[in-house]
């Protein structure tokens, strides 16, 4: 094989798990927003999201963990869409 193509194997190798680890990280501006902001956003995507007051504490755990794997949600957003929520019921 030749250096050149040795050369280039190798940055290509680099470029791509450069790529993949970086791929891996949540970006900083999701881990920033807020349960509000994910709900609204993530919900109405879909169809028109109810009141926070609509269900108990533990009808919405039921709800999210539903809702997370069919929106795709991360652990931590769904946890912060689920304290959202029940603090609608805490006022």
Known sequence: MR???KLFLFVSL????FTMINACKTPEAI???S???LWGENC???HNAP???TYSDD????VAEHMRQKALLTDREITK????LKSANNQ
């Open 3 to 5: 250096p050149i193509t």
């Open 14 to 17: 680099i470029l791509v798990t």
């Open 31 to 33: 881990l920033n927003k």
């Open 35 to 37: 349960g509000a902001q």
């Open 44 to 46: 109405n995507r879909c």
């Open 51 to 53: 009141d926070p007051t």
């Open 59 to 62: 009808q919405w755990d039921v």
């Open 81 to 84: 869409v689920r304290e959202f």
